[in-house]
């Protein structure tokens, strides 16, 4: 029998790629894309990592029966979700240790 509180599948690594949506599986989420735009306009990644909220697996049945519970989601799409959030968490620490020291810098050494 299967643990019910493990995922139905294994998942999969998430990919590093932007995809579209298509009939078969579903793109990537709002985190990849912010992610990219992010190198361009860098308080995306502070949007992406605290307030673009993962989109939970749902499940239906009673979690303390084992033969109850049944996954209505896709559980590889909160995985990525997390994934992508997780890689925004990162580049949005590292760009306030590089963004703000240059912008103190640059205001202090350009001449008045």
Same mark, same amino acid.
């Given at each position: ?14 990919? =590093? ?15 990849? =894309?912010?992610?990219? $735009? ?6 995306? =990644?502070? %949007? ?22 049944? %996954?209505?989601?896709?559980?590889? $799409? ?5 994934? =992508? ?18 912008? %103190?810098?640059?205001? $202090?050494?350009?001449?008045?």
């Amino acid at each position: 029998m299967r643990d019910p509180r493990k995922p139905p599948k294994k998942l999969k690594d998430t990919e =590093w790629g932007l995809r579209f949506a298509s009939e078969d599986e579903a793109g990537s989420p709002p985190h990849a =894309w912010l992610f990219f $735009i992010g190198f361009v306009l860098f308080p995306l =990644w502070w %949007v992406a990592a605290l307030c673009i909220p993962v989109p939970r697996t749902r499940t239906a049945g009673d979690a303390s029966l084992e033969k109850a519970v049944t %996954v209505i989601d896709d559980p590889q $799409i909160e995985h990525d979700a997390k994934s =992508w959030r997780f890689r925004c968490r990162v580049v949005a620490v590292v760009s306030l240790l590089t963004y703000i020291p240059f912008i %103190v810098l640059v205001a $202090i050494f350009v001449p008045k």
